[in-house]
């Protein structure tokens, strides 16, 4: 039916402007819940700057998610979405076995740049196989988006590099909490 991975029972050849619609709001709730609990669960451990870093992550996917809201509305007003949780996994959001305690901000940017990167390559697949020609105008859309983030992630990533009091000395295995022999 579909090459693109994480998403089953999408057919992108027959794809709709209203199902591409659905599919990138669910997308953007997808990475914006879990930038939500990694940036909690971080939070729990201590580690505030990438926790916070997370949460501006959610807050950016949250402003896209809403903008293609907002454009679905418009369009089709509250017709009941055709792509649900089910059909996408992962096609945004952070693995979660990403996240480690005591996480440095410069390895909360690194997933980050994965998952914008896993983005920018699924909407460019998508494109790809998509016919509808407003479809394909929207995932060329989410395609610069992506890229967009991506070199925001990048930008941030180079100011880390010069930031002295950015990630901790040594190895961040040195802080794990995991039980150690004596």
């Not at 709709?16 to 609990?37: F, G, K, N, P």
């Not at 293609?68 to 945004?92: C, H, M, N, W, Y």
Request: charged share 30%; proline share 5%; aromatic share 8%.
């Amino acid at each position: 039916m579909n090459s693109l991975p994480c998403s089953p029972g999408v057919d992108f050849k027959k794809l709709s402007l209203m199902e591409a619609l659905d599919l990138a709001v669910t997308v953007e709730e997808e990475a914006r819940d879990r930038y939500v609990e990694l940036a909690d669960a971080l939070s729990i451990a201590h580690t505030p700057e990438a926790s916070e870093f997370f949460r501006k992550m959610a807050r950016m996917e949250e402003k896209h998610r809403v903008a293609l809201l907002t454009k679905r509305r418009a369009s089709f007003g509250d017709r009941p979405s055709t792509v649900g949780r089910l059909q996408i996994f992962d096609i945004e959001a952070p693995d979660y076995d990403t996240v480690r305690v005591f996480m440095t901000v410069r390895q909360a940017l690194e997933v980050a740049l994965q998952s914008e990167r896993k983005a920018r390559a699924f909407f460019k697949a998508a494109l790809a196989e998509t016919t509808d020609l407003e479809a394909r105008f929207l995932f060329a859309e989410l395609v610069a988006e992506e890229s967009d983030h991506e070199a925001y992630v990048l930008a941030e990533l180079a100011r880390q590099a010069t930031d002295p009091w950015g990630d901790p000395p040594g190895d961040p295995a040195d802080y794990s909490d995991e039980p150690v022999s004596q």
